[in-house]
T-cell receptor
């Protein structure tokens, strides 16, 4: 049981490049989400999904796309990377609902130069 | 989303109890109170959650005020490994549409533990 797996752990991109951050979970959780964390800040919600085919925007969705074709995977796409997207990205999953524990990945540290 | 207010930082000595407060005066009846912590260079990890009654688990205790407008996370004997940022979060199990279950983080409380 691996939990939530994020790849890659580190990535450097040039401005304007695109890439996909991968997130996979093996707990059959319906709810998955992406956060970004800037230095000295809390986590901000980018996008989330309550099941395959259902996604919604969080508080900072601009510049990012998501799709959810399977329960296990929830990739985050950067369409045209900008230096302002330099951050640490965390993926989380849980059973939907208020009284359940969320599990987080170890993060992807992204630098855009 | 209902908001929470936490002190920016707190300090404790090793082996002593720590009480981390959280105010959530706009909490709704369907909000669970969650606590997560984030160790340096790691993803957040679940600590505890509750709805109305006090809760205990192997990591901590959660004391919830009778009116549910505040709560306190209690670490019974702080260790150096408990030094982290602690987040108090409200998680709604009954919001409409796709919103239910969202976890919205605030700034958290930085806990420093002194040897």
């Amino acid at each position: 049981n691996a939990g939530v797996t994020q790849t890659p752990k580190f990535q450097v991109l040039k401005t304007g490049q695109s890439m996909t951050l991968q997130c996979a979970q093996d707990m059959n959780h319906e709810y998955m989400s992406w956060y970004r964390q800037d230095p000295g800040m809390g986590l901000r919600l980018i996008h989330y999904s309550v099941g395959a085919g259902i996604t919604d925007q969080g508080e900072v969705p601009n510049g990012y796309n998501v799709s959810r074709s399977t329960t296990e995977d929830f990739p985050l796409r950067l369409l045209s990377a900008a230096p302002s997207q330099t951050s640490v990205y965390f993926c989380a999953s849980s059973v939907p609902g208020g009284g359940t524990e969320a599990f987080f990945g170890q993060g992807t540290r992204l630098t855009v130069v | 989303d209902a908001k929470t207010t936490q002190p920016n930082s707190m300090e404790s000595n090793e082996e002593e109890p720590v009480h981390l407060p959280c105010n959530h005066s706009t909490i709704s009846g369907t909000d669970y109170i969650h606590w997560y912590r984030q160790l340096p260079s790691q993803g957040p990890e679940y600590v505890i959650h509750g709805l109305t009654s006090n809760v205990n688990n192997r990591m901590a205790s959660l004391a919830i005020a009778e009116d549910r407008k505040s709560s306190t996370l209690i670490l019974h004997r702080a260790t150096l490994r408990d030094a982290a940022v602690y987040y108090c979060i409200l998680r709604d199990w009954n919001a409409g549409g796709t919103s239910y279950g969202k976890l919205t983080f605030g700034q958290g409380t930085i806990l420093t533990v002194h040897p």
